[in-house]
Nanobody, 127 residues
Framework: QVQLVESGGGLVQAGGSLRLSCAAS????????MAWFRQAPGKEREFVAR???????????FYADSVKGRFTVSRDNTKNAVYLQMNALKPEDTAVYYC?????????????????WGQGTQVTVSS
């Protein structure tokens, strides 16, 4: 059974940085597309960033407009982990952040594309 476990959330002041980690186990990690989503209170879960499967380079990452230039997604296949470096954080970035994985094709920004989800980690940005 595939499991994704996030860590690294916390409370930070506006303008600060956090690095989220997602550890994957129980699956063939290297063939997955991995993504980050977030959900703020009272709002739907929204796409943040994703990286494609085995060619993890700048051209194959994709970001929501709201985080482009501030967030960077990366992965370490040797550790079965994916990361989200978040810089220049804003209060509107406050949300529970989830990592997600899939081996299926589909819309990268659609939650329905992803079969596996972590439990989420809270990120709170104070003004």
């Amino acid at each position: 059974q595939v499991q994704l476990v996030e860590s690294g959330g916390g409370l930070v002041q506006a303008g600060g940085s956090l690095r989220l980690s997602c550890a994957a186990s129980g699956g063939t990690f290297v063939i997955w597309t991995m993504a980050w989503f977030r959900q703020a209170p009272g709002k739907e879960r929204e796409f943040v960033a994703r990286g494609t499967v085995d060619t993890w380079n700048a051209d194959s990452t994709f970001y929501a407009d709201s985080v482009k230039g501030r967030f960077t997604v990366s992965r370490d296949n040797t550790k079965n982990a994916v990361y989200l470096q978040m810089n220049a954080l804003k209060p509107e970035d406050t949300a529970v952040y989830y990592c997600a994985g899939t081996s299926r094709s589909g819309s990268d920004t659609d939650t329905e594309t992803y079969d596996y989800w972590g439990q989420g980690t809270q990120v709170t940005v104070s003004s």
